[in-house]
């Protein structure tokens, strides 16, 4: 098996859409996220650098790329379920990472075991690599909330989502990338045309402003 399965396992993160078991006009996988997470993350990487903070970009391409993998061995999770309590997330952490180890202890030569048991533990630490990783992986999960609230999806977790989403990004009110996205991307998402617009507006600006109250 090896390597081989490592690389044929790549083709089955395509297989595993986010958000399972709710009706979705579109279905986001596991593996589109890790693309789109990435690229956003070259974007706020490439904010932090202009403003002067030194990115180590192949840190965070490795923890961009890398940072859903154990989702191939417990699926994908509900945030609101996922965050429920901390305790919760704890333990889902701690079933992702055995599991991950085992995969890598039995498939991956030695030699490279110790080079993938860090490139797949949990990417989201205090380094400026680990915090552009929480945020854009946020920015990704804010935009597939807000394109169901779009196509006028009934289902209500949907919202819970987009605001659980919003509220962990302005935890981190205090980067130039997030500073960015607060004042020239959100804007412009919340100008785009759709039934719910009043109130998804009132709800974003609400919290923005009570984060900015909170400074």
């Known amino acids: ?15 595993i859409y986010r958000c399972p078991g709710k009706f979705k006009f579109q279905e986001h996988s596991v593996a589109s996220h890790s693309f789109k997470v990435t690229k956003i993350a070259q974007f706020l990487g490439t904010v932090e650098e202009q403003a002067g903070s030194t990115v180590d970009w192949r840190l965070l391409y490795e923890k961009a790329l890398n940072h859903d993998y154990a989702e191939l061995f417990t699926g994908d999770i509900k ?7 901390k305790e ?12 991950t180890k085992k995969f890598i202890e039995k498939e991956f030569p030695k030699e490279f075991q110790a080079v993938y048991l860090e490139r797949f533990k949990e990417g989201k630490d205090e380094t400026l690599e ?16 807000f394109g169901e609230i779009q196509k006028e999806n009934p289902e209500p977790l949907f919202q819970e989502i987009y605001e659980e989403a919003l509220s ?14 607060l004042e020239q991307i959100l804007p412009d998402m919340l100008r785009e045309r759709f039934i719910e617009q009043s109130e998804l507006v009132a709800i974003t600006e609400k919290m923005v402003e009570e984060s900015r109250k909170g400074e």
């Open 1 to 15: 098996m090896g390597v081989h399965h490592y690389f044929k396992s790549l083709s089955d993160l395509e297989k």
């Open 79 to 85: 945030t609101p379920v996922k965050y429920a309590s």
């Open 88 to 99: 919760l997330k704890r333990l889902f952490n701690e079933v992702e990472e055995e599991m």
């Open 130 to 145: 680990g915090m552009i990783l929480s945020v854009a992986d946020k920015i990704d999960l804010l935009y597939e909330s």
């Open 168 to 181: 962990t990004i302005l935890l981190f009110k205090e980067m130039n990338c997030v500073t960015y996205f």
